[in-house]
């Protein structure tokens, strides 16, 4: 079920957490990224849609790999997200699908960013377009305003595991407590049915917050932190995170130590 990316087990043992880097310029991006090797965050998105323009070929290859020589052994995680999935970018779907191919040409990212719904048929071509390049593919559906119902997430889940993703991933905003609930059984439901890949998940704003840092419990692989601007609703500095998930992780490995049985494993 794990995907080994640098040495990086996606989908083992606690939730790895991944710090997004905005900047409109490549000089910020690059002095952000800075800051972030030695950590403790596995992965770095680089979310392409802030950038205040895409360079031509040369220049942005260049700017790739100069971010990835920056990281070291950090995965890189290339994302240009829409606005109609909650990002500020403004691209046809030929420019978008044009630029997640150059990404991949540039032999510098270890992940791409697939927006599921985008256009009929996108995602399979360019799930098989990265795959060709060495590069991984998270596929991903965002809802701002509300949470579909479970079974709806259990189904978008399977659009994406079938459409050849390796990494599903779906992010909904809770308008009641049920609604994170309801997103985290739907993992549950995805791997109850023989779902084997591992899933991104998140109820995102404060409601949700339980999402983002109980993972190992319920199935999601991977965490998003901030440093500095988050970008989305509900994400807390990654220093947080990674103590919170260090502590989860010890507890939950006492758990399987005791066979499952908790406090009843301490009663007389």
């Not at 950038?51 to 990835?68: H, N, Q, T, V, W």
């Not at 795959?131 to 259990?154: M, N």
């Not at 991933?169 to 109850?192: F, H, I, N, Q």
């Not at 109980?214 to 440093?227: I, L, M, R």
Request: contains cysteine; glycine residues 12%; proline residues 4%.
């Amino acid at each position: 079920m794990g995907i080994n990316i640098r040495g990086i087990m996606i989908g083992e043992g606690r939730p790895k957490i991944c710090v997004p880097v905005m900047g409109t310029r490549k000089e910020e991006v690059l002095a952000l990224a800075e800051k972030l090797p030695g950590t403790g965050a596995e992965l770095v998105e680089l979310r392409a849609d802030y950038l205040s323009y895409i360079p031509d070929a040369e220049e942005f290859y260049g700017f790739l790999k100069e971010l990835r020589q920056m990281l070291r052994e950090q995965a890189l995680l290339f994302t240009f997200r829409s606005r109609t999935e909650g990002g500020k970018g403004q691209l046809s779907v030929e420019a978008y699908q044009r630029l997640c191919e150059a990404a991949c040409e540039s032999g510098q990212i270890d992940l791409l960013d697939v927006e599921a719904y985008l256009k009929e048929g996108l995602m399979e071509e360019l799930s098989g377009y990265a795959h060709d390049h060495g590069v991984k593919v998270v596929g991903s559906s965002h809802e701002f305003q509300s949470t579909p119902p479970e079974a709806e997430l259990v189904k978008r889940l399977w659009y994406m595991d079938r459409a050849g993703v390796d990494i599903p991933k779906v992010a909904v905003m809770p308008r009641e407590k049920k609604d994170v609930l309801a997103l985290m059984s739907a993992v549950l439901s995805y791997r109850e049915q023989g779902g084997s890949k591992p899933v991104i998940a998140m109820s995102m704003g404060e409601m949700g917050l339980i999402s983002r840092l109980a993972g190992e419990w319920y199935g999601s692989a991977v965490t998003f932190a901030a440093e500095g601007h988050a970008s989305a609703p509900g994400q807390i500095p990654y220093e947080e995170v990674k103590q919170i998930l260090e502590i989860l992780h010890l507890h939950a490995g006492k758990e399987i130590e005791n066979g499952g049985q908790g406090d009843m494993a301490c009663q007389g």
